[in-house]
């Protein structure tokens, strides 16, 4: 359809193409949900170094995006989904004569749009999920090649031409641990360009009470995409193995029906703060930046942590962990199921609660994990005394 569409008005846009005013700007086009978001922001300086760039993004990231400092204006691609508005927004592209797009998250509507702005360059990825309709539309687009087996955060670097020369070496140990590992690793990659998910982070002028004394755990119970929502009895494994920690207070974040997902699990025994339906979006990186660990399956907040610097545990249930994951000291803990969820191939509907099963391992992994983070929190409090 899309493919019918801009041949359709190819012969218009490139006869108009002729008086429009030049530019320099750049135009991203990333439309998936928070977690993609968060992880794509490690391109955002590269985009913005020599002026801030626009984006089309799902309207959840505008809490992110109306804080940054990086991004100048946004197109809202909800606004944009039916009827005769998918050529609005493509007008709306093609007046801007963006000098370079780049298409972060490559669906055939997204496409569709970078193709109609008849920019000088045009960036995608090409990778597993690839359709007829894709093949035709990316023609004449610079494709960097991804599989399940390239973690998402390198690709998007090489769509900026990122050197990344000198940390060859650490990126291939690093893939070959996530790929190889059993049960669980720790994955630390050292990476020339950061992630940021606002610049700067918005410091909430009502500051919430956090005990700034205590080894504060954030925690999600589920997820947007319930498939990755960890399994109450796995929760409950969780909250029995922190409860051996006398020095940790739990802050539980999320949104919606999670309250009663908690009501649920047994958690008795334990200094357990909710914080559900209280924390606005777009304070979420700074409270999340206030932790000291950080508890969940593959989900947003578990990437905000990531960006925050702060150390996670991550089950990774169905999902590739080699494409995408925490970089920044993650326990990542996987299944010996084989994954089935990628970042471009997204399943939604499945029951995957046995990928969440805990063995012995993954609970003593856990178990050092937080044993090291809280000894090195309790060192610079003790150098102050």
Not at 40 to 54: E, I, Q, Y
């Amino acid at each position: 359809m899309y493919v019918f569409y801009y041949y359709l008005l190819y012969l218009v846009l490139a006869i108009l193409s002729i008086f429009r005013k030049k530019s320099h700007k750049i135009l991203l086009i990333q439309t998936a949900k928070i977690g993609d978001y968060a992880n794509s922001s490690v391109v955002f300086d590269l985009a913005s170094k020599n002026a801030p760039f626009d984006i089309v993004l799902d309207k959840i990231n505008l809490a992110f995006s109306a804080n940054d400092e990086r991004i100048e204006r946004v197109f809202l691609i909800n606004d944009y989904k039916k009827g005769l508005k998918k050529f609005l927004l493509a007008f709306k592209i093609y007046k801007n004569n963006y000098q370079k797009i780049y298409v972060l998250m490559p669906n055939n509507y997204n496409l569709f749009l970078a193709k109609c702005a008849f920019a000088s360059e045009v960036f995608s990825i090409s990778h597993y999920k690839n359709s007829s309709a894709f093949v035709l539309l990316s023609r004449g687009i610079k494709l960097i090649n991804h599989t399940k087996n390239d973690l998402s955060l390198l690709t998007y670097l090489k769509m900026f031409n990122a050197d990344l020369t000198n940390f060859k070496q650490c990126i291939n140990q690093a893939q070959n641990l996530a790929k190889n590992s059993k049960d669980f690793f720790i994955s630390s990659v050292n990476l020339p360009y950061k992630k940021c998910l606002q610049k700067p982070v918005l410091i909430p002028q009502n500051l919430l009470n956090l005990d700034e004394k205590a080894f504060k755990i954030g925690i999600s119970l589920s997820a947007g995409n319930k498939i990755k929502t960890i399994s109450k009895q796995s929760w409950e494994q969780i909250f029995k193995i922190l409860k051996e920690f006398n020095e940790v207070k739990i802050y539980i974040f999320g949104v919606g029906d999670e309250l009663k997902y908690l009501q649920n699990i047994n958690t008795s025994g334990l200094e357990l703060v909710c914080l559900i339906n209280k924390i606005p979006l777009n304070e979420l990186a700074f409270y999340i930046g206030k932790m000291q660990a950080y508890i969940s399956s593959d989900t947003g907040n578990y990437y905000i942590a990531d960006t925050m610097n702060v150390p996670s545990i991550c089950f990774m249930g169905p999902c590739f962990c080699a494409e995408q994951r925490g970089v920044n000291n993650s326990l990542v803990l996987k299944s010996d199921l084989a994954p089935f969820t990628a970042v471009f191939d997204t399943i939604y509907e499945r029951d995957a609660s046995e990928y969440f099963t805990l063995n012995n391992a993954q609970i003593k992994a856990i178990k050092d994990f937080l044993s090291l983070l809280i000894i090195n929190f309790k060192i610079p409090q003790s150098s102050q005394h």
